[in-house]
């Protein structure tokens, strides 16, 4: 990597020239470009986490503080106050977190990252497309760590996942973070021209989380009344659906479960689907979501061109 792209450790970004990157490259240049920058990128998300958590007594926990009280006050609402009546309720619903959490952080940082490095765009020549990237790598830390817990927590409860079907696992992140990485990287080019997008995003991810069965189960609410009507493919328009789903499959390890509502009657809380038919779900949502991150670069190396004069 040349010490142009170095990250930004030999001098202050103030003191650098002015670099104009051209928008005009092959898709395969800017991908080598992206790829050579990879050093930058690592710097960009260590950065953002030291210096957010800089001072502070317990660090990088601290990110666990808002999925944990999002996890407890769902709960709270679903398992104490409704009784939806699932055993283990706290792993089901952590998995679906564990997936939405890291969607939304790529999603809705991603898009303000630009506006908010502006200084570094227009004095210093790598590839933009970074700075949205440093988003996913950041979220990936936090998803990691969430991860250990969830699984640190199953262990206290003596909770076992399906571990004959984990190889679902990586198969169903990868289509996500194809997915993530597309939207951060269009919605941050977006942003500069169009600022409003920031706030229009965070109301969308705000909707797009109630049509997504992270809180419910989907076998318990969505299947009954769209499953009658044969209806069910259009919450599978929601790319977000089978990743979550695949998780709690796995993760959750049950789809039939004796209820702890009086009477203790068995649920179906999962869809009863074969691993294959999980792949298959999941195979779709990669080729579509790498289809997308190709266009979603396309489209951030034609609208790059006046990020200098936008910002």
């Given at each position: 990597?040349?010490?142009?792209?170095n990250?930004?450790?030999?001098?202050?970004?103030?003191?650098?020239?002015?670099?104009?990157?051209?928008?005009?490259?092959?898709?395969?240049?800017?991908?080598?470009?992206?790829?050579?920058?990879?050093?930058?990128?690592?710097?960009?998300?260590?950065?953002?986490?030291?210096?957010?958590?800089?001072?502070?007594?317990?660090?990088?926990?601290?990110?666990?503080?808002?999925?944990?009280?999002?996890?407890?006050?769902?709960?709270?609402?679903?398992?104490?106050?409704?009784?939806?009546?699932?055993?283990?309720?706290?792993?089901?619903?952590?998995?679906?977190?564990?997936?939405?959490?890291?969607?939304?952080?790529?999603?809705?940082?991603?898009?303000?990252?630009?506006?908010?490095?502006?200084?570094?765009?227009?004095?210093?020549?790598?590839?933009?497309?970074?700075?949205?990237?440093?988003?996913?790598?950041?979220?990936?830390?936090?998803?990691?760590?969430?991860?250990i817990?969830?699984?640190?927590?199953?262990?206290?409860?003596?909770?076992?996942?399906?571990?004959?079907?984990?190889?679902?696992?990586?198969?169903?992140f990868?289509?996500?973070?194809?997915?993530?990485?597309?939207?951060?990287?269009?919605?941050?080019?977006?942003?500069?021209?169009?600022?409003?997008?920031?706030?229009?995003?965070?109301?969308?991810?705000?909707?797009?989380?109630?049509?997504?069965?992270?809180?419910?189960?989907?076998q318990?609410?969505?299947?009954?009344?769209?499953?009658?009507?044969?209806?069910?493919?259009?919450?599978?328009?929601?790319?977000?659906?089978?990743?979550?789903?695949?998780?709690?499959?796995?993760?959750?390890?049950?789809?039939?479960?004796?209820?702890?509502?009086?009477?203790?009657?068995?649920?179906?809380?999962l869809?009863?689907?074969?691993?294959?038919?999980?792949?298959?779900?999941?195979?779709?949502?990669?080729?579509?979501?790498?289809?997308?991150?190709?266009?979603?670069?396309?489209?951030?190396?034609?609208?790059q061109?006046?990020?200098?004069?936008?910002?």
């Open positions: 990597m040349s010490s142009e792209l990250p930004l450790a030999r001098r202050p970004v103030e003191q650098r020239p002015v670099r104009v990157v051209s928008a005009h490259l092959s898709m395969r240049q800017r991908l080598r470009a992206i790829w050579d920058s990879r050093e930058l990128l690592t710097y960009l998300v260590t950065a953002d986490i030291k210096i957010k958590y800089k001072g502070t007594a317990l660090g990088v926990m601290w990110s666990m503080v808002a999925p944990a009280l999002s996890i407890g006050v769902y709960f709270l609402i679903f398992q104490v106050i409704l009784k939806n009546g699932v055993p283990d309720y706290v792993v089901m619903l952590w998995a679906g977190m564990l997936v939405w959490t890291f969607f939304s952080a790529v999603v809705v940082n991603g898009t303000g990252i630009v506006v908010q490095r502006s200084g570094i765009v227009k004095k210093v020549a790598f590839p933009r497309e970074i700075l949205a990237l440093s988003t996913v790598g950041t979220a990936l830390v936090y998803f990691v760590l969430q991860f817990v969830l699984g640190v927590l199953m262990g206290v409860m003596g909770h076992a996942p399906a571990w004959g079907d984990f190889w679902l696992l990586p198969l169903a990868l289509g996500l973070l194809l997915l993530a990485s597309a939207l951060g990287i269009v919605l941050s080019a977006v942003n500069v021209y169009f600022r409003d997008m920031q706030h229009l995003v965070e109301v969308g991810i705000f909707l797009w989380f109630w049509l997504t069965p992270v809180v419910y189960s989907f318990q609410t969505v299947a009954p009344m769209l499953g009658a009507k044969g209806l069910t493919w259009i919450y599978f328009l929601n790319p977000i659906t089978p990743v979550v789903l695949t998780f709690q499959r796995v993760l959750y390890g049950q789809t039939m479960v004796t209820a702890t509502t009086p009477g203790h009657a068995m649920i179906n809380v869809p009863n689907w074969s691993a294959l038919h999980y792949a298959v779900l999941d195979g779709a949502l990669i080729a579509a979501s790498g289809v997308a991150l190709i266009v979603a670069i396309r489209i951030f190396g034609r609208l061109g006046n990020f200098a004069e936008e910002l």
